[in-house]
Nanobody
Framework: QVQLVESGGGLVQAGGSLRLSCTASGRTCSSYAMGWVRQAPGKEREVVAAIIWSGDSTYYTDSVKGRFTISRDNAKNTVYLQMNSLKPEDTAVYYC?????????????????????WGQGTQVTVSS
């Protein structure tokens, strides 16, 4: 069993930055793919970024490419999402998710169905 706890959300003006952190406990996440999934009001959840177990490969949805960076520190069982140049449309609840997956398939990493473990979510609000 893996427990995930997110932190770092908040209110920021458009153009600003935030860094989300997700710390895992219960089992080491070094062999898990990790993702950040967001859900905006009235919209479906979408995987915005994902990183494979080694950190050597990452996935980003088109709307955040060049603005968001996902990274991980397996020694700390922590994954990060650095969000720069934030836009009002980035407003959402951001969830950290983990999957016992050792592959590098983008089609799988970008599917929320891949992820077994989920955090409680952290709110990110970007004002215009």
């Amino acid at each position: 069993q893996v427990q995930l706890v997110e932190s770092g959300g908040g209110l920021v003006q458009a153009g600003g930055s935030l860094r989300l952190s997700c710390t895992a406990s219960g089992r080491t996440c070094s062999s898990y793919a990790m993702g950040w999934v967001r859900q905006a009001p009235g919209k479906e959840r979408e995987v915005v970024a994902a990183i494979i177990w080694s950190g050597d490969s990452t996935y980003y949805t088109d709307s955040v490419k060049g603005r968001f960076t996902i990274s991980r520190d397996n020694a700390k069982n922590t994954v990060y999402l650095q969000m720069n140049s934030l836009k009002p449309e980035d407003t959402a609840v951001y969830y950290c998710a983990a999957a016992a997956y050792l592959g590098e398939s983008y089609s799988r990493l970008r599917s929320q169905n891949l992820y077994t473990y989920w955090g409680q979510g952290t709110q990110v609000t970007v004002s215009s």
